[in-house]
């Protein structure tokens, strides 16, 4: 599951913030989760039982990761 919160986490920070929702899906069309970005550009990542993974938001270049609980997991800087 981590691998799919970095996955969605670099297509989240790669994109405008814009109200959407995406779906992710394995190579045979079993749902893996999906990712729910606001207007203000926050995005919750949940697996494919609707439980939150954690969240990411981009501001001006740098967009910060964190865990389910809040806790901070990282960052990305776009250059």
């Not at 550009?41 to 001006?60: A, E, I, K, M, V």
């Amino acid at each position: 599951m981590k691998m799919l919160l970095v996955a969605a986490a670099v297509l989240a920070a790669a994109t405008p913030a814009l109200a959407q929702q995406t779906r992710f899906y394995d190579s045979r069309g079993n749902s893996l989760g999906t990712a729910s970005t606001s207007a203000s550009g926050q995005t919750r990542y949940y697996d494919s039982r609707g439980n939150s993974l954690g969240t990411s938001s981009t501001s001006g270049g740098t967009t910060r990761f964190y865990d389910s609980r809040g806790n901070s997991l990282g960052t990305s800087t776009r250059r």
